[in-house]
């Protein structure tokens, strides 16, 4: 019986392959099947998930034996949703690549769900180096998708983001070679890396490696230079995978490694990094309203979100670290469903400028009503999804420091500004030129877009189905940093 | 042992088939015998046999080198089909010449006496000499072959003296004996002086700063294949060589010679990788490319000992196989177009995607990305660095690798971009193909399983 995990990480590699040879429908129809058989097998995973602390469905055996590296993978509470989210937008993201193109349709798709394997490996890894090979592995493909297949490429935009994210890893890097040779047990598992036994000072440092490497992929400020005008010149699905997945690569790595790693630092170094997250928040949120084009708009919004979730990580208590996984899985769903929208206007208007955009809901009801579902759960409404995470996010910041969730909570007010000024601007008011003739939403897209209006709704109704299973997880987690603290 | 032997007759056999102006059909006999060699050659792992009364010593070691040297130049005889392909004239002394190249570099890496070593480098470099210059009728292949057999003699003549301090200072050429005449006693200061003198020859066949101004001119005027047979065999070989001569006689003084060191190696990283990025000529880059790899090289120098020596092996066979993949790529695309500027490469992604994906593997192996090969060479000699308390250098070499990133970047962006720099159809030989494809494969194996190359040292 081969193991669920493994089963989970090997099948994308395996379709992209194969899709990597085929091309046009071929390659279209192959990739979809891959993606969706995956998202069948995570969706059993997902089930028989028991809500408790082990690495379950785990894969071990050895791979590098001289230095002792082992190929060990496995779900537990923590990665749980992220595996969920990655193998639910990969159908979204592949059904959102254009056609035009399609001799090289196949080198396309293959690298999209290179990146599904890649972005697989990090999240499972339970071994520490396995781990940094599939942080790196992660960039090769979403490199080449950005300069290959983007609708503006641009050598100094990707190779700016393709540098800075290396420094930042090789920085990491030299953090997990002086934990791997400093710790005790000699190897580079996490339970090792959990117990390095280094002290205060040591620990200091190998904090500040590692979380200059979140800091960037998440982004945090000031790391964040790369990101909007990489998020613009993507092609769509470059964009979705960068922002719907990729930076949560970042988010999840604070909790699975930057903490347990190094409790010993977060004293002195929680008050700084919280106040870089909180910045963010306003930061991201402020430059947001000013925003002409969709997709820039978005790009500086997930930066505020995503500052929200890692101000939620470093405030330490439970509701902050569920708030965060919680939010994590939401943030993706909602992001990639503004995205989707957002292309779908694109393929109908050939622009993604808010001013030339107006009065669509004449044309497209079925798509304004949906879009402005997501953009509800956007702003955190209540019985929405994006609502449970951000009310559990500002609750654990409000337990770390009042005021600090009092500036962060502005996130809200402020994203129902940016947002719902500009759905008025695009969605409601007369007809434009761009959009006199818009048609609604097509079969396959409603197939879509309502599939993710349905995710937001029943995980903003009932938010246990989410919260259970990764609970015992968290007060683990949480466990492991107090001892040593 | 019997590798020596056979490529030694082979070398002078495909010399006088030159007289039935068969061409390029002496590959049929070349590829065969250098393949059989490799085989002959692993046969002897583990017999630890001593030749000519202890003048060379086939350990573990020296089969690993001479194993990887072998393969590399059967890889490099693959490339050549594209290059001489529509030559007029014979080709056969120029394929005998790089076999007397590959016994040279051989001896350099199984030597046990300095006389071999010396002998090693002189067979070695008196054919790459005429090889730098085989293409009589180009101006810069002449300018090549002048700028290379002067400073060539020049670093010969230093490391024959660099010895003859040596000699003076423990009385002996053979490695163990001055390995005893060095442990314990206090040593004259000629003996410092002999070592700085041969550690600085010895590097400048490897190109490493700031013995490297030949490279980038003679790398660009040379034929293409001798290019790669000099990035990657001769590279190979020099610092195989001064490994082993470091290792076995001077372990146990490091102290007098590592500073000087530490101070070329970070010399070396930074100078390569800066110049690099400025460079628009595809050989100059490669030349660069490969100092700045030099340094990550000395690094398993400066560490000098078991570790190190497995991590060197895992390094040259990951910088060998991606830069073999490269020049192949290079010489197709030189040959449809007739240029050597990166731009060729613009839009190789369309024109054949499977050229520009070994492109991607070959690039992103040299730059160190994980999961390729080299990716595991750098961990390897920078775990074994920091195990031996070079952290710093460690620190340094990994910012260089950010910068080399750029570099490696901008050609790949070449190849992706959606103007096309030429119309002229790329066509390329069944055996390039084979070639590409092995050492592609290669890099992402040993990028995936590490450990198949562990332990052979």
Same mark, same amino acid.
């Given at each position: 019986?081969?193991?669920?995990?493994?089963?989970?990480?090997?099948?994308?590699?395996?379709?992209?392959?194969?899709?990597?040879?085929?091309?046009?429908?071929?390659?279209?129809?192959?990739?979809?099947?891959?993606?969706?058989?995956?998202?069948?097998?995570?969706?059993?995973?997902?089930?028989?998930?028991?809500?408790?602390?082990?690495?379950?469905?785990?894969?071990?055996?050895?791979?590098?034996?001289?230095?002792?590296?082992?190929?060990?993978?496995?779900?537990?509470?923590?990665?749980?949703?992220?595996?969920?989210?990655?193998?639910?937008?990969?159908?979204?993201?592949?059904?959102?690549?254009?056609?035009?193109?399609?001799?090289?349709?196949?080198?396309?798709?293959?690298?999209?769900?290179?990146?599904?394997?890649?972005?697989?490996?990090?999240?499972?890894?339970?071994?520490?180096?396995?781990?940094?090979?599939?942080?790196?592995?992660?960039?090769?493909?979403?490199?080449?998708?950005?300069?290959?297949?983007?609708?503006?490429?641009?050598?100094?935009?990707?190779?700016?983001?393709?540098?800075?994210?290396?420094?930042?890893?090789?920085?990491?890097?030299?953090?997990?070679?002086?934990?791997?040779?400093?710790?005790?047990? *000699?190897?580079?598992?996490?339970?090792?890396?959990?117990?390095?036994?280094?002290?205060?000072?040591?620990?200091?440092?190998?904090?500040?490696?590692?979380?200059?490497?979140?800091?960037?992929?998440?982004?945090?400020?000031?790391?964040?230079?790369?990101?909007?005008?990489?998020?613009?010149?993507?092609?769509?699905?470059?964009?979705?995978?960068?922002?719907?997945?990729?930076?949560?690569?970042?988010?999840?790595?604070?909790?699975?490694?930057?903490?347990?790693?190094?409790?010993?630092?977060?004293?002195?170094?929680?008050?700084?990094?919280?106040?870089?997250?909180?910045? *963010?928040?306003?930061?991201?949120?402020?430059?947001?309203?000013?925003?002409?084009?969709?997709?820039?708009?978005?790009?500086?919004?997930?930066?505020?979100?995503?500052?929200?979730?890692?101000?939620?990580?470093?405030?330490?208590?439970?509701?902050?670290?569920? *708030?965060?996984?919680?939010?994590?899985?939401?943030?993706?769903?909602?992001?990639?469903?503004?995205?989707?929208?957002?292309?779908?206007?694109?393929?109908?208007?050939?622009?993604?400028?808010?001013?030339?955009?107006?009065?669509?809901?004449?044309?497209?009801?079925?798509?304004?009503?949906?879009?402005?579902?997501?953009?509800?759960?956007?702003?955190?409404?209540?019985?929405?999804?994006?609502?449970?995470?951000?009310?559990?996010?500002?609750?654990?910041?409000?337990?770390?420091?009042?005021?600090?969730?009092?500036?962060?909570?502005?996130?809200?007010?402020?994203?129902?500004?940016?947002?719902?000024?500009?759905?008025?601007?695009?969605?409601?008011?007369?007809?434009?030129?761009?959009?006199?003739?818009?048609?609604?939403?097509?079969?396959?897209?409603?197939?879509?877009?309502? *599939?993710?209006?349905?995710?937001?709704?029943?995980?903003?109704?009932?938010?246990?189905?989410?919260?259970?299973?990764?609970?015992?997880?968290?007060?683990?987690?949480?466990?492991?940093?107090?001892?040593?603290? | 042992?019997?590798?020596?032997?056979?490529?030694?007759?082979?070398?002078?056999?495909?010399?006088?088939?030159?007289?039935?102006?068969?061409?390029?059909?002496?590959?049929?006999?070349?590829?065969?015998?250098?393949?059989?060699?490799?085989?002959?050659?692993?046969?002897?792992?583990?017999?630890?046999?001593?030749?000519?009364?202890?003048?060379?010593?086939?350990?573990?070691?020296?089969?690993?080198?001479?194993?990887?040297?072998?393969?590399?130049?059967?890889?490099?005889?693959?490339?050549?089909?594209?290059?001489?392909?529509?030559?007029?004239?014979?080709?056969?002394?120029?394929?005998?010449?790089?076999?007397?190249?590959?016994?040279?570099?051989?001896?350099?890496?199984?030597?046990?006496?300095?006389?071999?070593?010396?002998?090693?480098?002189?067979?070695?470099?008196?054919?790459?000499?005429?090889?730098?210059?085989?293409?009589?009728?180009?101006?810069?292949?002449?300018?090549?072959?002048?700028?290379?057999?002067?400073?060539?003699?020049?670093?010969?003549?230093?490391?024959?003296?660099?010895?003859?301090?040596?000699?003076?200072?423990?009385?002996?050429?053979?490695?163990?004996?001055?390995?005893?005449?060095?442990?314990?006693?206090?040593?004259?200061?000629?003996?410092?002086?002999?070592?700085?003198?041969?550690?600085?020859?010895?590097?400048?066949?490897?190109?490493?700063?700031?013995?490297?101004?030949?490279?980038?001119?003679?790398?660009?005027?040379?034929?293409?294949?001798?290019?790669?047979?000099?990035?990657?065999?001769?590279?190979?070989?020099?610092?195989?060589?001064?490994?082993?001569?470091?290792?076995?006689?001077?372990?146990?003084?490091?102290?007098?010679?590592?500073?000087?060191?530490?101070?070329?190696?970070?010399?070396?990283?930074?100078?390569?990788?800066?110049?690099?990025?400025?460079?628009?000529?595809?050989?100059?880059?490669?030349?660069?490319?490969?100092?700045?790899?030099?340094?990550?090289? +000395?690094?398993?120098?400066?560490?000098?000992?078991?570790?190190?020596?497995?991590?060197?092996?895992?390094?040259?066979?990951?910088?060998?196989?991606?830069?073999?993949?490269?020049?192949?790529?290079?010489?197709?695309?030189?040959?449809?177009?007739?240029?050597?500027?990166?731009?060729?490469?613009?839009? +190789?992604?369309?024109?054949?995607?499977?050229?520009?994906?070994?492109?991607?593997?070959?690039?992103?192996?040299?730059?160190?990305?994980?999961?390729?090969?080299?990716?595991?060479?750098?961990?390897?000699?920078?775990?074994?660095?920091?195990?031996?308390?070079?952290?710093?250098?460690?620190?340094?070499?990994?910012?260089?690798?950010?910068?080399?990133?750029?570099?490696?970047?901008?050609?790949?962006?070449?190849?992706?971009?959606?103007?096309?720099?030429?119309?002229?159809?790329?066509?390329?030989?069944? +055996?390039?193909?084979?070639?590409?494809?092995?050492?592609?494969?290669?890099?992402?194996?040993?990028?995936?399983?590490?450990? +198949?190359?562990?332990?052979?040292?």
């Amino acid at each position: 019986m081969i193991s669920l995990s493994l089963l989970l990480l090997i099948l994308p590699l395996v379709f992209s392959v194969i899709t990597g040879f085929l091309s046009g429908k071929n390659a279209r129809a192959s990739a979809m099947a891959g993606a969706l058989i995956n998202l069948v097998v995570a969706g059993y995973a997902f089930t028989q998930f028991e809500a408790n602390t082990s690495y379950q469905f785990a894969f071990l055996s050895d791979w590098i034996p001289s230095i002792r590296a082992k190929f060990h993978i496995g779900i537990d509470g923590i990665n749980l949703l992220l595996i969920l989210l990655t193998n639910l937008l990969l159908p979204v993201i592949i059904y959102t690549v254009k056609h035009e193109d399609s001799n090289r349709s196949g080198l396309y798709y293959g690298l999209i769900l290179f990146m599904q394997f890649a972005l697989l490996g990090v999240f499972m890894a339970l071994d520490a180096l396995l781990y940094y090979i599939f942080w790196e592995l992660a960039l090769i493909p979403i490199y080449l998708i950005l300069l290959g297949f983007s609708s503006q490429p641009d050598f100094k935009t990707f190779v700016k983001f393709f540098i800075y994210t290396l420094a930042g890893s090789l920085f990491m890097f030299i953090a997990i070679l002086y934990v791997y040779i400093k710790a005790p047990g *000699g190897n580079f598992s996490i339970d090792n890396f959990y117990n390095n036994h280094l002290s205060e000072q040591e620990q200091v440092w190998v904090f500040l490696g590692f979380f200059i490497a979140y800091a960037i992929k998440i982004p945090i400020i000031p790391f964040h230079t790369w990101q909007p005008d990489t998020y613009t010149k993507a092609s769509t699905p470059g964009t979705m995978l960068l922002s719907g997945v990729m930076l949560k690569m970042g988010t999840f790595s604070l909790l699975r490694w930057l903490l347990p790693v190094a409790p010993l630092a977060l004293a002195t170094v929680t008050p700084v990094v919280i106040i870089l997250c909180i910045i *963010g928040i306003v930061y991201g949120s402020i430059i947001a309203i000013r925003q002409k084009n969709i997709k820039t708009l978005f790009a500086y919004s997930s930066l505020a979100h995503v500052g929200l979730i890692s101000a939620g990580v470093f405030a330490l208590n439970a509701d902050g670290f569920n *708030g965060a996984l919680i939010q994590m899985f939401n943030h993706g769903i909602i992001i990639v469903g503004l995205f989707l929208i957002a292309e779908i206007i694109y393929t109908r208007t050939e622009t993604y400028h808010i001013s030339e955009l107006g009065g669509i809901r004449n044309e497209a009801p079925t798509l304004a009503f949906t879009f402005l579902i997501i953009i509800l759960a956007s702003v955190a409404l209540p019985l929405t999804n994006g609502f449970v995470g951000e009310f559990l996010l500002l609750n654990g910041v409000f337990q770390y420091n009042q005021w600090m969730a009092v500036v962060g909570g502005t996130t809200v007010i402020l994203s129902a500004t940016y947002m719902l000024r500009m759905y008025q601007r695009t969605m409601l008011g007369l007809d434009r030129d761009y959009t006199k003739t818009i048609l609604d939403l097509g079969t396959v897209e409603k197939i879509m877009v309502l *599939g993710l209006v349905l995710i937001i709704i029943v995980t903003g109704i009932w938010p246990s189905i989410l919260l259970d299973p990764i609970k015992p997880a968290v007060e683990n987690l949480l466990n492991i940093i107090k001892i040593v603290q | 042992m019997t590798a020596l032997i056979i490529l030694s007759l082979l070398g002078i056999l495909v010399l006088m088939m030159g007289l039935f102006h068969l061409k390029n059909k002496v590959l049929i006999l070349i590829i065969p015998v250098l393949i059989a060699g490799i085989f002959l050659n692993a046969n002897e792992y583990g017999l630890n046999a001593s030749y000519f009364s202890q003048m060379v010593h086939f350990d573990n070691f020296a089969i690993s080198f001479s194993s990887l040297l072998i393969l590399t130049t059967t890889l490099i005889f693959g490339l050549c089909l594209q290059q001489y392909k529509t030559s007029k004239k014979p080709v056969e002394d120029i394929y005998a010449l790089i076999i007397f190249s590959l016994v040279g570099a051989i001896c350099m890496v199984s030597f046990n006496n300095l006389i071999m070593f010396i002998l090693g480098l002189e067979i070695m470099s008196v054919p790459l000499y005429v090889l730098a210059g085989s293409n009589r009728e180009n101006v810069l292949s002449n300018e090549a072959s002048l700028k290379y057999f002067l400073m060539g003699a020049f670093a010969s003549a230093i490391v024959i003296f660099g010895m003859t301090l040596i000699f003076g200072a423990t009385n002996s050429f053979q490695l163990d004996e001055i390995r005893n005449a060095v442990s314990g006693t206090k040593m004259p200061g000629v003996l410092q002086v002999g070592i700085l003198l041969f550690i600085g020859g010895s590097l400048f066949k490897a190109a490493a700063v700031p013995f490297h101004f030949w490279a980038p001119d003679v790398y660009q005027g040379s034929p293409t294949v001798i290019t790669a047979f000099m990035a990657t065999v001769v590279k190979t070989a020099a610092f195989a060589g001064l490994f082993r001569f470091m290792m076995v006689a001077f372990q146990d003084i490091s102290g007098l010679w590592v500073n000087i060191l530490v101070i070329i190696t970070i010399a070396t990283l930074f100078l390569a990788n800066f110049s690099a990025l400025s460079q628009t000529d595809f050989k100059r880059l490669m030349a660069y490319s490969g100092i700045s790899h030099a340094g990550y090289m +000395l690094i398993a120098i400066l560490v000098l000992n078991m570790n190190a020596a497995d991590a060197l092996f895992f390094y040259s066979v990951s910088y060998s196989l991606a830069t073999i993949v490269a020049f192949g790529i290079f010489l197709t695309m030189k040959n449809a177009t007739g240029e050597y500027s990166l731009e060729i490469f613009k839009g +190789l992604s369309r024109k054949n995607p499977f050229l520009a994906f070994g492109l991607v593997i070959a690039f992103l192996s040299l730059a160190g990305i994980p999961p390729l090969a080299g990716f595991f060479g750098k961990y390897f000699i920078f775990t074994s660095a920091i195990k031996g308390g070079f952290l710093t250098v460690v620190i340094i070499a990994i910012i260089n690798t950010m910068i080399g990133a750029y570099y490696y970047l901008k050609v790949l962006n070449m190849a992706f971009t959606k103007d096309v720099y030429h119309s002229a159809p790329v066509k390329n030989h069944l +055996l390039l193909d084979a070639v590409i494809v092995f050492a592609a494969i290669g890099t992402l194996i040993l990028g995936f399983f590490p450990g +198949l190359l562990q332990g052979f040292i």
